[in-house]
């Protein structure tokens, strides 16, 4: 084979190879610039949230893996909206998926159980 010939044959290999783009192993949507534009304007909770519950719909319908916390962020996002039903059952689904994480999502299982609590023990007190 002349050296023209491999030249040929590598540089399609490598341009083949670069068109393939890169693979990840989880699915990330939108979820960077959506927590950038939260961390700018906190009041705008309503929008982060339905970014990550998007990012989460996407990853299940492209049969990806959610990444590591992306449960455990929207799980504590609805428990700060009151949504505590909704929070405990995306805490177990990262609990499932990251078993790493159980002692961390059974506190926070544990702060849900709490939330209700505190917030008609402050109801009941009178005011000052």
């Known amino acids: ?3 023209i010939a491999k030249l040929t044959i590598l540089s399609l290999a490598l341009l083949l190879g670069a068109c393939a783009g890169p693979v990840t192993k989880y699915h990330w949507g939108t979820y960077e610039p959506a ?3 939260y961390y700018k304007t906190p009041s705008e909770v309503e929008n982060f949230a339905a970014e990550l ?3 989460i719909k996407q ?3 492209k049969s990806q893996k959610v990444p590591p916390g992306i449960f455990a962020e929207y799980g504590h996002v609805l428990q700060q909206q009151g949504k505590y039903a909704e929070a405990v059952s995306y805490y177990e689904k990262e609990k499932r998926a990251w078993p790493e994480s159980t002692v961390l999502m ?3 299982l ?3 159980d709490a939330a209700p609590k505190k917030k008609s023990a402050r109801a009941g007190k009178p005011q000052s």
């Open 59 to 61: 990853a299940e319908e």
């Open 106 to 108: 059974n506190a926070m």
């Open 110 to 112: 544990k702060s849900v």
């Open 1 to 3: 084979m002349t050296t």
């Open 35 to 37: 927590l950038y534009q």
């Open 53 to 55: 519950a998007r990012t």
